[in-house]
């Protein structure tokens, strides 16, 4: 309470009323902390300029990282929506698949990712802003399917596109291409027949037993599952709040929704003996597994990246169990180059499966960080003549990045190790990360940065 006056009519509010006085101060309290949100609602705008957009508010609310993430701001579902509530089975199983335990919980990394768009009406309005911790690699494969949406599948049928299809990209385009990829994805993963989706309410559904740690957040999920890819689209963007607002938990959202439409049992088909879940420890923090990326990519969570299943062991002795490789090409494909695991001999060679995609667009694992390449010709793989010159485009997801990169691909002319000497100096400088990773997928290609310093 502010003022004497507003005291004064509080007190005359408690006589006439049948509240209890603590029943009145919980009011008083729950005004003083609206006048307090609009007040940072006024200062971040302030901050912004007159009239920002909200994608431009969101920036503005960054610094509010004092929020104990492990409790999601009130963005919730009520449970009349119809959803079905999780139990404790399902959200120990779901622990599970993805720790191998039901004690290990996410870290304050990846409880504050969220699908965070750029700047709208900007060259970057297309893009993402992916965090630097494990949930990135999510981030930036939902990113790969939203540049698909825009590109390609979203655009009516046009069959000539360009760079400025990506540009000047409203806020509400933002949000129909975020519930695009979203959708696209989950229903991959539910083998085109079924999707679920995941959200928070306000209540807990199950009393935690001894043998599961509580988040007070997975056990307030519910699950809405869904037999039409259109109704799951439409109902994803009627709640895409829940999915690209700060403190909501939006990527550990999507990942939930992503082991449900596939099904545990699924998984468990789909995994093999290299791989019992989707994540690992790295360095304090929990990374994706390849088989959560091929599950993003392909719609099924085969551990390797080489095409097909392994039956056969090196000396010809058949493997108790078959190791699993990826079996269809989908539309975005992936590329993969590690320095430090080619030095050691253990450099994973992609398969052609995902080397050679649907569509020319790949998620880009390098160094252990992750990027988008993609071509806005849609000919590109399926014409060879079109491979002897061409110009790829780099979005890295880092907020550094002010615009696209633009890298012309030349396979036919000259081989890229002339020019390049054997003396001493810094290897990336010499043989930039980013370059290596386009020569395996074209090998001798000459690169060229169009006046850009290389970077990776």
């Known amino acids: 309470m502010d003022t004497h006056p ?34 940072r609602k006024s200062e971040d705008e302030s901050e912004n300029g007159a009239g920002a957009t909200s994608g431009t508010k969101s920036r503005g609310q960054v610094a509010t990282f004092n929020v104990l993430y492990s409790i999601p701001k009130p963005l919730t579902i009520s449970f009349s929506l119809g959803g079905i509530p999780i139990t404790m089975d ?22 504050k990712s969220y699908f965070k768009f750029r700047e709208p009406f900007s060259d970057l309005s297309y893009a993402l802003e992916a965090e630097r911790g494990g949930s990135s690699a999510i981030q930036m494969a939902v990113q790969a399917n939203i540049i698909r949406y825009l590109l390609f599948t979203g655009n009516n049928g046009t069959e000539s596109v360009c760079l400025q299809y990506l540009y000047d990209v409203s806020p509400k385009k933002q949000e129909e291409a975020l519930a695009a990829a979203l959708s696209d994805i989950l229903w991959s993963a539910g083998e085109s027949q079924s999707g679920s989706v995941c959200l928070v309410s306000t209540d807990s559904y199950f009393t935690p037993s001894t043998e599961y740690k509580v988040d007070n957040f997975t056990e307030r999920v519910q699950l809405f599952k869904f037999s039409e890819k259109e109704t799951m689209q439409k109902f994803i963007y009627d709640h895409i709040q829940c999915f690209k607002e700060e403190g909501n938990h939006g990527v550990i959202l999507f990942l ?30 929990f990374v994706c597994r390849q088989a959560l990326l091929n599950l993003m990519l392909t719609g099924r969570a085969s551990p390797n990246v080489f095409n097909g299943n392994i039956q056969y062991d090196d000396q010809g002795s058949p493997l108790p169990v078959p190791l699993h490789g990826v079996l269809i090409r989908s539309d975005v494909g992936y590329l993969h180059w590690n320095r430090e695991l080619l030095q050691r001999g253990k450099l994973p060679m992609v398969g052609s499966m995902l080397k050679t995609p649907k569509l020319p667009i790949w998620l880009c694992n390098i160094n252990a960080t992750y990027s988008v390449l993609f071509s806005t010709n849609s000919s590109l793989l399926s014409d060879w003549k079109m491979e002897h010159l061409f110009d790829l485009y780099l979005y890295s997801g880092q907020p550094a990045q002010n615009h696209t990169v633009i890298l012309t691909i030349d396979t036919h002319s000259h081989h890229w190790e002339e020019g390049h000497g054997k003396g001493e100096g810094d290897l990336e400088k010499r043989f930039p990360s980013v370059e290596m990773t386009i020569r395996t997928k074209w090998e001798g290609a000459a690169i060229d940065w169009n006046g850009m310093v290389p970077f990776f």
């Not at 004064?8 to 609206?34: H, N």
């Not at 399902?90 to 409880?111: D, P, Q, V």
């Open 6 to 39: 507003e005291l004064l009519q509080t007190m005359k509010r408690l006589e006439s009323s049948k509240l209890s006085y603590i029943e009145i101060l919980q009011e008083e309290v729950k005004k003083s902390q609206d006048k307090h949100q609009e007040s």
């Open 90 to 111: 399902m959200a120990g199983n779901l622990r599970k698949i993805l720790f191998g335990s039901t004690f290990h919980i996410f870290n304050y990394e990846w409880k």
């Open 256 to 285: 939930y929704s992503l082991i449900f439409s596939r099904t545990i049992d699924r998984l468990r088909e789909d995994l093999d003996s290299t791989t019992p879940h989707l994540l690992r420890s790295s360095l304090g923090n």
